[in-house]
């Protein structure tokens, strides 16, 4: 075993059969994280990270491709105690207190956090002591999450791990999380927010469909999929025109609108009142990450589904 | 050893819920002295050669151990359902730790359950030299070994929705054809039925109070053949189960 490795996936495959149609959920992806990275797995919701996920730790058997986690086998690494996960799923056992859970999880490892210290920055310490069937869900969340930090591991992987917080409960796990890799720790994390992305990750794997569409520091994929719309009604647009001024990629006719896709929708939106003075009714949004994905990977995946079906 | 803080709080778990205490412990001793107080003064049971409270202290025990066996079923069941099986894979926990914590924890339930059947047992005037105690004790917890068996096999056969009706079911089925309710005897169909099955073997261990050896060869080679089959079984059962994923 290799400690100087970190992970790497290569050309990871796997489909699911669910009644008469084949799903694609990854389409060969190529992964590698450095050790001590900070890494988002960035993606709408269906776009393989799940499942990418169970593969990095040995729950799914990929169809295709190999993982290595520190040189290893996925479940050597996590029969030596050196991953902590949490999962997207999943509920935890009852008749049990949080601390009880917690330091019942502890017990499996071979060199473990300090129970109270991990119910300290965690925030359990105030609910410690109730059994889990009665914590709320952001309560639920935040023992999970204890779980997986209990173990001390080198490497933690976190699958969209604040999907059931609060405002104020994403931001204390989040800081958490930094301080955790600040001790040179591995950390994976899914997550379908691109501010969750740009914020806490060194570095931004974009998924979608199955394969990666772009890796990069996160202040790159966020100039990459950040992109704005401007929506407006515009007498007498000459789409061509539009579509050459600055800070615009292309524009569009939408019945009586025209909507114009931007890099950097201040330059455009300057430039657009500057030759057009009478446009009216304007809009500027940010696009979602669903549809800038969608942009990045055009659309060629149709013919994929038929490849299955063959 | 790090895994005794695992079977402890595994321990704690069950112990502490208090219906699921009250349920596998009471059960068995209210139908006991239901059905065995009122034919306390009887002496041959059925032609057993037993008396009444002797004889339904061991088929109660039988009926009560099995259940608290098989009640690890569906505790795998629910962990597998709600997905903590999945995060228990992800700590160096190993299967076989798994398992020897939950038939462990139901080894300790159905020995106290088997304790308090004995208690009611003297209560209703059973008296038995110490050796018969210990030797009925030993081959009631010898032939509970097939029961954990089935229940890691129901364990991953089964939804928490469909384990409480199967091992009503089956519980109900082993325990009137082992014996439970009254001796089987003679030679007819139930009663060869009755003797292949590994319910019988354990309501069959209050006999070694009439000075007999225990279970004969008959007796040791079923519970063998059982163990066997279903540990096979149930090794399938989760290989299949974890494969799928």
């Known amino acids: 075993m290799e400690s100087g490795a970190g992970i790497e996936l290569r050309g990871l495959v796997k489909s699911f059969r669910t009644g008469e149609r084949t799903v694609r959920a990854v389409r060969g992806i190529d992964v590698a994280v450095a050790p001590g990275e900070t890494v988002a797995l960035l993606g709408p919701n269906g776009a393989g990270k799940s499942t990418t996920i169970d593969m990095l730790l040995g729950l799914q058997k990929p169809d295709g491709g190999t993982v290595s986690v520190f040189g290893s086998e996925p479940n050597a690494a996590i029969d030596a105690g050196r991953v902590g996960a949490m999962l997207q799923t999943g509920s935890l056992i009852r008749d049990l207190t949080a601390r009880e859970l917690v330091a019942m999880m502890a017990s499996l490892y071979p060199s473990p956090l300090d129970v109270d210290e991990v119910l300290d920055l965690t925030g359990i310490a105030e609910f410690a002591g109730r059994r889990t069937e009665k914590l709320s869900g952001g309560e639920s969340q935040r023992v999970r999450f204890a779980v997986a930090l209990v173990s001390n591991p080198e490497l933690l992987v976190l699958d969209e791990p604040t999907v059931a917080m609060d405002v104020e409960g994403r931001h204390a796990f989040w800081v958490t999380m930094r301080e955790f890799a600040s001790r040179g720790k591995t950390v994976l994390f899914a997550t379908h927010y691109l501010e969750e992305a740009d914020a806490y990750a060194d570095r931004a794997v974009l998924m979608a469909r199955g394969r990666v569409v772009a890796d990069g520091p996160t202040n790159e994929i966020k100039a990459m999929v950040g992109a704005r719309t401007i929506r407006a009604t515009v007498p007498g647009a000459d789409l061509d025109a539009l579509g050459s001024l600055p800070g615009v990629t292309r524009a569009e006719r939408r019945g009586e609108s025209v909507v114009l896709g931007c890099t950097d929708s201040d330059a455009a939106i300057r430039a657009l009142l500057a030759l057009h003075p009478g446009a009216r009714d304007i809009e500027i949004s940010g696009a979602g990450l669903e549809q800038a994905f969608l942009e990045l990977t055009g659309g060629e995946d149709e013919d994929d589904e038929a490849e299955v079906a063959a | ?245």
């Open chain 2, 1 to 245: 050893m790090i895994r005794t803080a695992y079977l402890r709080f595994e321990l704690l778990r069950t112990f502490r819920n208090r219906r699921y205490v009250l349920l596998t412990f009471g059960f068995p001793l209210v139908l006991y002295f239901l059905i065995a107080a009122p034919n306390r003064h009887v002496q041959d049971l059925g032609k057993s050669g037993l008396s009444a409270p002797l004889y339904y202290m061991t088929g109660l025990a039988g009926f009560g151990t099995m259940s608290a066996m098989l009640s690890a079923g569906g505790r795998i069941a629910t962990e597998r359902s709600t997905g903590w099986n999945r995060q228990l894979r992800l700590t160096p926990l190993t299967v076989r730790e798994y398992f020897r914590a939950k038939i462990l924890t139901a080894y300790l339930t159905a020995f106290t359950s088997l304790l308090l059947l004995y208690l009611a047992g003297t209560v209703l005037g059973v008296r038995l030299p110490l050796h018969a105690w210990l030797t009925m004790t030993g081959l009631i917890l010898v032939g509970l070994i097939p029961f954990g068996a089935l229940a890691i096999l129901f364990g991953h056969l089964l939804t928490p929705d469909s384990v409480g009706p199967a091992m009503g079911g089956a519980i109900a089925i082993l325990a009137f054809l082992g014996g439970t309710w009254f001796p089987i005897t003679g030679g007819g169909a139930m009663a060869h039925i009755a003797r292949v099955l590994p319910s019988y073997w354990l309501v069959r261990a209050s006999h070694v109070a009439l000075g007999g050896g225990g279970w004969g060869t008959t007796g040791w080679l079923t519970v063998a053949a059982w163990t066997l089959a279903l540990s096979v079984l149930a090794g399938r059962a989760y290989r299949r189960d974890t494969a799928r994923t």
